[in-house]
């Protein structure tokens, strides 16, 4: 790429590649430089989202990334059980790679690796080198940081991919198996049968803190394979591990300046999941730039800062109800109880728990929730009802 691109994106992760790749293909003129702190481009990582949250009119588009797709899935619990019919997709790395791949080839999509992003702005990025990137427009898609406006539980997991010698026995994806020892917060282990002799296995944990203990979770993990499984004969062939971000409460207008992805809050606030989000963020920002490539440069560089302003906004706005069901997660019920929340949700209709999932809770949906005896005691529900109070609680507890 010898001239100016006219997008930087700064992050090669999930969110990044997605908006890239969505760009470049529905504006065929369009240049776009990845700046990567790591050594390659999307990590190594696995993506899963439900298909009823992706737009139908992108379903095929993403078709690419898709690695493995099954018609239903199951939840266990100590007092339900359930397989619910909604298609569950996953991605992964190398399927992401490969989707933008061609565009590298062609020349449009230039990659840096290993380079280090001192300053952002809006229309350029200085490297840790002094050297001066510019753009119409730059994005921030970089990994999750720490922000004193945002208050946070932690999903953590540990994932082994196991080759057996025989068949395994899972015919499809086990979301949470929450029957297993609650330990320090909520706890529940997700299968995902990619064939008859390979398997992921992820334990995963709810938990008020960051900190992940995964040589004692790989031990958990080889008891579930061998007492749960009934698998005594396998290889790991990959593992993984993560924490993730659940959002609890959240000052308005906190992710400023904006960014997309993790960074900016983009993820599911109650699950963690981050690839519904990424691709919006990704279908929106294309089309914004597809409106705008036309305007001159500082005013197209506006309105997309603008566009990304405005997402984060109703991502607010709209998540709201999460985070109190976050809240009722996290502070009102007791840690090794927080398996009954979810217990309780699982027994609603399916559309509600798609709608769930996708973001699109209706009002009827909410107060559905919310009606009937609570998993979790009134008086704490009540307490931490109010996301104000809980900041202003949350803020004085930090004081020095």
Known sequence: ???????????????????????????PGLTIEIVEASDQIAGDHTWSFNLTDVAPDLQDWIKPFIAYQWDRYDVKFPKRERTLDIPYCTGNSETLRACVQPHIESGRLQVRLNTRVETLSPDHVVLGNGEKLSATCVLDARGFEPNNDVFLGYQKFVGHV???????????????????????????????????????????????????QSQEVDALIKDYIRDRLRVDEYEVVRREKGVLPITLAVKKDAYYPPAIGIRGGFFHAVTGYSFPDALKNAYWLAWGFDCFKNFPDEQAEGH??????????????????????????????????????????????????????????????????????????VSKALYNFSESAFIRRERKKDAP
């Open 304 to 377: 997309i800062y603008s566009a990304c302003i405005n997402l984060k906004r109703e991502k607010y706005k709209s998540e709201r109800f999460l985070r109190l069901l976050n809240r009722m997660l996290f502070r009102a019920a007791k840690p090794t109880e927080r398996y009954s929340v979810l217990q309780r949700f699982y027994g609603l209709n399916q559309g509600l728990i798609e709608r769930f999932y996708g973001g699109t809770l209706t009002w009827r949906d909410k107060a559905r929730i919310l009606i009937g005896k609570p998993p979790v005691p």
């Open 162 to 212: 196991i080759k057996t010698e025989t068949p395994h026995g899972v015919e499809r994806p086990i979301i949470m198996d929450a029957t297993v020892e609650q330990l320090g917060g909520y706890r529940f282990v997700y299968c995902l049968p990619y064939s008859e002799t390979e398997l992921l296995v992820e334990d995963t944990y709810y938990t008020d803190g960051p900190d992940l």
């Open 1 to 27: 790429m010898t001239e100016t691109p006219d997008m930087i994106i700064v992050g090669a992760g999930l969110s990044g590649l997605l908006t890239a790749w969505r760009c470049l293909d529905v504006n």
